[in-house]
Each structure stands twice: as C-alpha cells, then as structure tokens.
C-alpha cells in the first residue's frame, strides 16, 4: 500500500515562488496535484491556450491560464513576518497538530 503524499502546503496558502521565470511572485494556492508534485498558484505562471469556437465557447481566441508549478518552487509566506519561510510541525496540549512559521514561531492555519 502506497503512502499519502504529504506537503508543506495546503490551498489556500499563500505561498512565494522561490525558483524559475516566475522568482518572486506570490499567490494562493488554488489547487494541488499530488500524483505530479504541482500546484496552481493564483495569478502566477500564466500560459496561453488557443480555443476553437465550438458548443462550449460561442467564440474562439486565444485564453490564458493558470498551469501548475513544482511544490519544490513554493514556499509559504507567514502572515505575521511576511516573509516566506520554512514551517514546522508541533502538536498542542488539545492534541492537535499545527504548522508553525520557523522565524516568529506564529502558528500558520
């Protein structure tokens, strides 16, 4: 039995592209793929794709998008630092586990 995939982020984290043509931008994450090790990133690594009109679409034209990036490529921005860091794992008194911010120790949820 395969193991789960486990990844520093989750959607809706607002993350910072660390590495490629789009270093430096900044989004939340929309969606994860995890059998790819990739995530699309709002407003970040757009490409443009050629439609035909069809049933679907009255009209044809050029549409861009959104395509997914590396995990590897994402760091999340703490909320209270802003800045991207690395996160850490803790469990609580309650016996929950949370993600933490390295650099002010906030926890990130």
Do not use: W
């Amino acid at each position: 039995m395969a193991q789960k995939k486990r990844y520093h982020i989750k959607r809706d984290d607002i993350v910072m592209v660390i590495a490629g043509k789009e270093k430096g931008k900044s989004g939340k994450v929309l969606k994860i793929f995890p059998k790819k090790d990739r995530a699309v990133v709002e407003k970040v690594n757009f490409i443009k794709r050629h439609t035909r009109p069809g049933a679907h679409s009255r009209q044809g034209g050029i549409v861009e998008k959104e395509n997914p990036i590396q995990v590897s490529n994402l760091m999340v921005v703490c909320g209270k630092c802003t800045d991207p860091t690395r996160l850490g794992r803790r469990v609580l008194e309650d016996g929950k586990r949370v993600r933490y911010c390295k650099k002010c120790d906030e926890i990130i949820e």
